[in-house]
C-alpha cells in the first residue's frame, strides 16, 4: 500500500524559503508520477509542481514558477518541493500526490483526479 507523509512545513516571513518534504512508502518514486498541490481556506486544491516518474520532465503553475523547484532523491523514497522567495498568497497546506504509470498522466498531471495517492498535508504560513 502506497503511504505519503508531508513535513518540513511551517512559518516564515515574506521572502524566506521553505524546503517540504514527501516520505513514500510502498513503492518508489521511480515507478510513480507525483505532484504537490495546495489548499488555502475556502478555495479547492490547486496545482503546483509535478514531476514524471522518470524524473526527466518538471512541471509548474505560473505561479510558483521560478521561485519553486520539484525534485525526488535517487532512492526514490522521498519528494522535495523547495520554496525560495515565499509570498503571502502562498500560505495554504500543502500536499504530495502520487500516480501509478498512466500514459495520460501528461495530460491530466494538473488535475487531481491524475492521482491516486495523497499524504495528509503541511501548513505552510507566510507572514507579511
Known amino acids: 500500500q502506497v503511504q505519503l507523509v508531508e513535513s518540513g512545513g511551517g512559518l516564515v516571513q515574506t521572502g524566506g524559503s521553505l524546503r517540504l518534504s514527501c516520505a513514500l512508502s510502498g513503492r518508489t518514486f521511480s515507478s510513480l508520477a507525483m505532484g504537490w498541490f495546495r489548499q488555502a481556506p475556502g478555495t479547492e486544491r490547486q496545482f503546483v509542481a509535478a514531476?514524471?516518474?522518470?524524473?526527466?520532465?518538471?512541471y509548474y503553475s505560473d505561479s510558483v514558477k521560478g521561485r519553486f523547484t520539484v525534485s525526488t532523491d535517487n532512492a526514490g523514497n522521498s519528494a522535495y518541493l523547495q520554496m525560495t522567495n515565499l509570498r503571502y498568497e502562498d500560505t495554504a497546506v500543502y500536499y504530495c500526490?502520487?500516480?501509478?504509470?498512466?500514459?495520460?498522466?501528461?495530460?491530466?498531471?494538473?488535475?487531481?483526479?491524475?492521482?491516486?495517492?495523497w499524504g495528509q498535508g503541511t501548513q505552510v504560513t507566510v507572514s507579511s
Open positions: 500526490a502520487a500516480a501509478p504509470r498512466r500514459s495520460d498522466w501528461f495530460s491530466y498531471y494538473r488535475r487531481t483526479v491524475a492521482y491516486d495517492w
Open positions: 514531476i514524471s516518474r522518470s524524473g526527466g520532465n518538471t
